[in-house]
T-cell receptor, first 114, second 114 residues
Framework: EPEVTQTPSHQVTQMGQEVILRCVPISNHLYFYWYRQILGQKVEFLVSFYNNEISEKSEIFDDQFSVERPDGSNFTLKIRSTKLEDSAMYFC????????????FGPGTRLTVT | AQSVAQPEDQVNVAEGNPLTVKCTYSVSGNPYLFWYVQYPNRGLQFLLKYITGDNLVKGSYGFEAEFNKSQTSFHLKKPSALVSDSALYFCAVSDNTNAGKSTFGDGTTLTVKP
């Protein structure tokens, strides 16, 4: 069964550094999402993306965040200048057209900012 | 705006006993409801969903959930709990708009004791 994959599984970075988290959505999916889960807390929506544009973003998704689909398969989340509070698990998800609600989640990338 | 409430932070049951993890939701249109399970240091695993049709939906690992429109609830149930069911459970609601973002509850930690 097709799966969403994410790399790396764990990323450690120093405060102020830029990080790029990568996701490969399911191949026929057209809608892409990033969610964040701070350790021990609930999963929070960050952004949705369709047709090379952001569809919706939360208040968490400020100017230090950006998303991109650089080629036909990858979907990336960039954090320009990481802060300690960016330490979290980041989940990518994707869905097919017409079934936006049915999102398939990747295994997550644990980001640790030191 | 959509929201999800999981009123219990923690649920404790004895192995072999039935379990219920509660979830109530608020959404303006038709609700699309999901349950996910998360084991320590792991990603989100999809358990089951309600989109339309029968109010009782069956999912993975023997879990089921009942959609109750009048009570706006979607409680997760299992007739006989296993120690291996111990994990963090999230209820989520989504909509079928272009954004399609999922809103998660705070999570309920289920502990099944032998």
């Amino acid at each position: 069964e097709p799966e969403v994959t994410q790399t790396p599984s764990h990323q450690v970075t120093q405060m102020g550094q830029e990080v790029i988290l990568r996701c490969v959505p399911i191949s026929n999916h057209l809608y892409f999402y990033w969610y964040r889960q701070i350790l021990g807390q609930k999963v929070e929506f960050l952004v949705s993306f369709y047709n090379n544009e952001i569809s919706e973003k939360s208040e968490i998704f400020d100017d230090q965040f950006s998303v991109e689909r650089p080629d036909g398969s990858n979907f990336t989340l960039k954090i320009r200048s990481t802060k300690l509070e960016d330490s979290a698990m980041y989940f990518c998800a994707s869905s097919v057209a017409g079934k936006f609600y049915e999102q398939y989640f990747g295994p997550g990338t644990r980001l640790t900012v030191t | 705006a959509q929201s999800v409430a999981q009123p219990e932070d923690q649920v404790n049951v004895a192995e072999g006993n039935p379990l219920t993890v509660k979830c109530t939701y608020s959404v303006s249109g038709n609700p699309y409801l999901f349950w996910y399970v998360q084991y320590p240091n792991r990603g989100l695993q999809f358990l089951l969903k309600y989109i339309t049709g029968d109010n009782l939906v069956k999912g993975s690992y023997g879990f089921e959930a009942e959609f109750n429109k009048s009570q706006t609830s979607f409680h997760l149930k299992k007739p006989s709990a296993l120690v291996s069911d111990s994990a963090l459970y999230f209820c989520a609601v989504s909509d079928n708009t272009n954004a399609g973002k999922s809103t998660f509850g705070d999570g309920t930690t289920l502990t099944v004791k032998p």
